[in-house]
């Protein structure tokens, strides 16, 4: 067996499938950012916004849209499972601001993930009572069989969760149907009554909202395992983008047109109060945020071994066993275990709290460095421009307003 041969037998074990679908991936991009934070965030966004909460999504919208973008092209260029890892390694060739990167990828994974299976539990009080330390276990494991199996099993359980929480959506939308008329009105209303202070209103709310829409540096791990990469990334990320745009836009609109900014603020559970308030029950929509949260315990689950799995694979910055591509499954089986571990000793035994406050200061800086390797690489001038190319500005005003949201919050 020559070199040559040798090294294809050393990575056979080492690739993905490419197993899922243009349309499984649009569902699960949706899925990754239409999760449980707008069932929870929309009450705290429209205290502070009221009816200008919309112009609040709008605004984040833009300014998610424009890390987005350079998502979309460094995914053609880049088409890894180390997504923003693989960003930073071919901006600046840094074996060690890529292992930075890869591996705050991963701890925000962990922890982001460790965090929502608490929340999981705490909510599912709600339904039926089980020991928080047995809920932990049970509910870690088998989102953490349902990874390993294989991609298009997680997949489709992302899909069905995802239209289960968009029917959520449209749920509260319909039963609010008849106060829509009311809106015009409350936002003439807010308008003159804040026109002072728009802005000390609108930018704390925009920044809550921006969080609304992450989940993007998720769907893009997923690069290797994409049939028609190139074509089915970009639409999938806009698809993910636009939808909750106007989904986001609506049941605001929806919410306060019903409830007042006040009670929305005061709500654990904004949107049940909303459809409770017109005559409906309140465990529909709560089983549909349940799962909701479930998906974006998933989505973190399925995220994390594979930016390990680059790690190992392409960076030199983790243990070469954490490449592993089960045969069977197609899956990274010992990464995805070893995920599953950390999340469920997260969650049992340490305040996941002030942990996840670090999240997404860590997730905005790796938002900035992937910004600025697309503007090193265009700045190259050497490569030859993928089917999809933004301009220069749009990947400089990315890491320009990650700067500020980091700043934003530390001051506000």
Known sequence: MDRGTEREASTEGRKFKRAISPRALALYGLGTVVGAGIYVVIGKIIGMSGALAPVAFLIAAIAAG???????????????????????????DS?????????AIVATGITSAATVTTGVVGYSKVFVTIPEQAAILGLVTSLTLIAAIGIRQTSLFMALTTIAGVFGLVWVIGHAWNDLHHYPSLVREAWSEERGRISSIIIPAGFLAFYAYIGFEDLVTLSEEAQDQPSAMPRAIWFTLIVSLLLYLVVSVAAVSTLSPERLAASVAPLVDVVREKGASGYILGGVSLLMIINGAMAHIVMVPRVLHDLANHRRSAPTWLA?????????????????????????????????????????????????SLVVIKLRAKERLPEFAVPLPVPIAGATVSLGLIVGEIIL
């Open 66 to 92: 424009l890390t987005a973008l350079s998502y979309t092209e460094l995914s053609i260029r880049i088409p890894e499972s180390g997504g923003s890892a693989a960003y930073v390694s071919a901006g600046f």
């Open 324 to 372: 592993r591509v089960n045969t069977g499954t197609g899956t990274p089986v010992l990464a995805t275990t070893l995920a599953g571990a950390a999340v469920a000793g997260l969650a049992l035994f340490f305040p996941t709290e002030t942990l996840a406050g670090w999240t997404s200061f860590i997730l905005l800086g790796v938002f900035m460095a992937a910004n600025l």
């Open 95 to 103: 074996r060690l601001l890529t292992a930075i990167a890869g591996w």
